[in-house]
Every structure is written in C-alpha cells, then in structure tokens.
C-alpha cells in the first residue's frame, strides 16, 4: 500500500562511526561532509515541524554546510553536493540536523544477522542468517512466507503501472505499531485510546473467506470504500525511500484480519470474489499475515537488509518428491514455533512495543483482558525452503504461477525474460539480473549495489535444479 509517513533520521552506528560524527562548534562553513544516518530529513526552513519536510538523505550522501546558524537551533544550513534521494533544487533553502555529519565515508555494518528477499514473481518473503564463516558460503533459510504485491491489474489514468512493487535493495529505517498512512486513506488497525470492541472480528469466523473480509470493509474519510487495517499489527518502513532514487514509499506491512485468521486476508485477495467487488491487493507495499510480520517485527532490527528482485527459483540440491533437502531435513514438515502477545501498548509508535511474548512479560507491561490485550496465541512459521515452480496454466494472481507480472507469455520455451535463478535453499542467485528488458513491466531502484549488480555474498556459481515449468496450453 502506498504511504506517504514522516521517518525520522534512524542512525544505526557503531562506536567507531559515531566518533566521525562532527560536533556542530567543529563544523566548518563551505565544507563538505557525509551523511551518516540511513534516513535523515531534509527540511525547507529552519524548524523541526514534520511540515516542512521535503525529502530525505541517505547514509553517505554529501552536502557542503552553508550556514552554522545560531547555538539554539539543532538545525544547520546546507546545500545538496551528492545525493541518491534529494534533488539539490527541492527547496530555495534546506536544513538538516548538525547530528549526523561525517567527514568520513560510512562503512554499513547492518545491525542485523538477518536479512530478507522478496521474491515478487513468486510472492513470497524469505529471512535468512547471513553465513560469514567463508566468503562464498550459502546462507540459511530461517522463515518462508506468503505475501501480496503490488496488484498490476490496475494503474492510474496517467500510469498503468503505478501499483507495481519496486525491485531493489533497500533497508528498515523505522517500525511503527498500528501504522496508518499519511493521508488517512487506510484506518489504523488499532488506534491509542480506542474501543478495542470495534475492531472488525475475525475473517475465518464466517462462512468464507470473502464474507469475513467484508467487514473490514468500511468508508473512508471521502465516503468511499476502503480496508479497515489495510497496515495491519506492524509496519517496516524502509529506506531509501522516495520516488526518486528509492523503494517509492512501498513498506513491509501487514494486513487486515486478527493472528488468529492466518494467511486468509492474504489467500482472499487471490479469489474472484473478493477482487470482483474490491480488489484488496497491495498498492505497491509487500504485505505478509499479521502473525509473520509481528514476528519480523521481533526478529529484524532498524537496519536490516531488504532485497526485492524477480526471479525464477531453484535449489542448489535437487528436490526428489517426499525426500527433503539435506540442509533442512531437521525443518521438514516441522515449523518453528514462536509465542505472542499483542498489546495495544505503544500504538502509533514508532519501535511500539513488540509482539513477542517474552518481550512483553519482561517489559513489565500490565495485562489486562478487554482493557490492553488484543490477541495472544502461538505462530507455526515454514523455515523449510520450497522453490516455486512456473505454472503459466495457474492465474497471476493466484500465488502459484511464479511469474506475477506475466513477463512471459508462457506459452513456450522460447524468449524467457528471467535473467538468473534465485536459489531459495542457499538465498543466493546464480548469474541473476533484473529483468529490466522487458519494457515497464518491472522498475528498478533503491540503493546503488543491487540495480545492475549482485553484492558478492549474494552471488553463486555451479549447478542447481530448478523445478519444471508447465507452459499454458493453446
């Protein structure tokens, strides 16, 4: 779903980088400097009002101080010299804050073990523990989920594609407990002080998915049909972040529905009901169940690597029927299992208190039924690697097909616009690029390492095994 939410500069810096960071009475007017926050406001004029916000910096791009201003404002003066995100005429002036300026180059050191890819033709979102012990070692799968994209099926009259997810690498720069998006389009699913009674009830608590989902149908503010909770329990927002240079304001999110529902707010957006009355599907952002993005929401911290791609998957191993891969034979057809607790403390927050339930017994919070617990129960999540195979007779939307935005016709081998593989078991691609050949059908942003390249720890070479594709009959 496309958002338009204010982030604030989420600095996640190491002893040695925040002791490169400048003090304001060090700064030094005509001097260039970096930037050494993942997300850092860029402001019209001087003052911290979230109005006069006209774009964001990334993490090492450059400015030259123009004015060090006086002692009492935490801003300074700055023009744009470098900038992947901001263009150096957005505004007449611009202000950052003095707190985050480098004279030094940022070296990233992700605050995270993990890191995530999306797999947009295939829908599904997939964590992994990144493997340090050799520099070409394969990486571990730890959570394999559904998800919904960016429904290609619509567009605005001037953009036909406009509701497509971005590829691309981007990073968390914030998580926000019951997120709403800025122009008030899409409800919160829960908000600060409100009757924990009229929240919609459960989807699977009706005779169908369909009808279960009809109640989180509701009016918006302009009197026309929207989704109650369309952000769901969590929000990760990312950066960079803008329509410029970055992801297009699409977040990680979640969706309507309670824990209890599973995946039913994501497999009621693939049915023909549901799309015939209101199509549900994402506007762009990626949106998991609300049970895997609250456990996202503990797992991954500010920082955490997001890589979105389009990819034809395979295995390094090969997948003989009811015979599992040898790395993952312990997590066959034996999920993880993770317990939660989802309060209404902290929401609208950002960093909002999670959901996991140890976290929440230790934070000392009051627990009260009917007063501040909304749902507690246990998520069974898939940490077993299953490739998607292409399946041209299954429909785009349906979550089978493997190729969401149809860059092929599927009808023969010939003229296969998939660049690579993407090996699921290992969560590294063999001689992978975006398919950015085949006209609009795919855009590509983000950070700099992942648009025509693969960043080495991602990248594999040999044999692998991918699963046979079934082309469309005539």
Sequence with gaps: LLATGSIAANAQLDSSEIAATVEKSQLVVGKRYFISADSLNVRSSNSTSASNVVGKLSRNDVVEVYNLLNSGTPLVQIKIVKSSSVRSDVAAELYISKDYLSEKEIAFQSGSKYFVIQNVASERTRVYERCTSTPDCAHKLVLETEMVVGRPEVGTDTDPDAFKTWLGHSRVSEWVKFYQDGQGHYPHWYRSGQDIDDIPGSISSSISNYFGARKWMVRGKDGNTTIYGAFGWYAAKVTPADDKNGMNYQWMHGTMGWGKDGPAAIEMTRGFLANLVSNPGSAGCTRLENRAIAFLRTLLPVGTDIYRVYAQESTRESQAKNTPLSRYAGVYNNPGSWDYILLTDGAQRSGGLAADAKTVMASGAYIR?????????????????????????????????GDRYRINNGFTKNGNNFKGYFLVDEGRFVNYQHPTSVGRKVRVSGLPDFRNSVPEFLKATGNHYEPAVTYRRD
Aim: glycine share 6%; proline share 6%; aromatic share 12%.
């Design 369 to 401: 039924k009917d007063v501040n617990l909304l749902e507690r129960g246990t998520y069974e999540y898939d940490r077993y690697p299953d490739a998607v195979a292409l399946n041209y007779n299954a429909p785009a939307a349906s979550g089978r097909s």
